[in-house]
């Protein structure tokens, strides 16, 4: 039996994508050690646990041929000087694909690949990026509103949280004069 065409709707605000499946919620506490700077991390742990980001899924076959839809809201903050981000992640089949596309708020898509090479793209409303095989990708809030956006990818992509979970990106979006500025992560190293 096929599965039928159907449709959903996406408010370019909230990113609400109804009717979805699933609503994740990142908090800092899901995050440990992610952001570079600890000390801040752990001040902001002993106040509360912010809602860093969240993002709504259709649940669709992880099967080739098939695409996977999500969207995501990311909220302004920083814990010390750097702005509220996604994890980020490899796709677990690595020489998948995805595109990005900015709805609401504005901030960075940074993409990295195993060997260190580093791209940041700037992202706002309208904004398209694509994301070849093989490079990980963030999303990085740098405005004082949320920041939303769209994601398609291929439905067997999955995600590798693994490398990133330990090493984090080559470089991470700080503040600096109340503008953003990309810095070296210390802890980075080769995958
Ligand atoms: O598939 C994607 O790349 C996105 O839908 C992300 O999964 C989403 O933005 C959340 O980020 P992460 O999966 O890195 O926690
Ligand atoms: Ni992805």
Do not use: C
């Not at 709707?9 to 994740?24: E, H, I, Q, W, Y």
């Not at 899924?57 to 041929?65: A, M, R, V």
């Not at 769209?150 to 330990?166: C, L, M, Q, R, T």
């Amino acid at each position: 039996m096929l599965m039928k065409p159907f449709f959903m709707n996406l408010d370019f605000k909230s990113g609400a994508l109804t009717p979805s499946d699933r609503v994740n919620v990142r908090k800092l506490s899901h995050m440990k050690g992610m952001f570079f700077d600890a000390e801040a991390e752990r001040r902001t742990l002993e106040k509360g646990d912010p809602l860093i980001y969240s993002f709504s899924e259709k649940i669709l076959p992880e099967e080739n041929g098939h695409l996977q839809l999500a969207t995501t809201i990311i909220y302004p903050g920083k814990i010390g000087d750097e702005y509220f981000m996604t994890k980020g992640h490899y796709h677990r089949r690595s020489d998948t694909s995805e595109a990005y596309m900015g709805m609401d708020g504005e901030g960075y898509l940074v993409a990295q690949t195993a060997e260190g090479d580093f791209e940041p793209i700037p992202i706002r409303p309208g904004v398209v990026a694509y994301i070849p095989p093989y490079w990980g990708h963030r999303m990085v809030n740098t405005g004082s509103a949320p920041f939303v956006f769209f994601a398609v990818y291929p439905g067997d992509a999955g995600h590798n949280y693994g490398d990133i979970e330990k090493a984090g990106f080559v470089r991470v979006l700080v503040e600096r004069n109340g503008k953003p500025l990309l810095i070296d992560n210390p802890k980075w190293k080769k995958g």
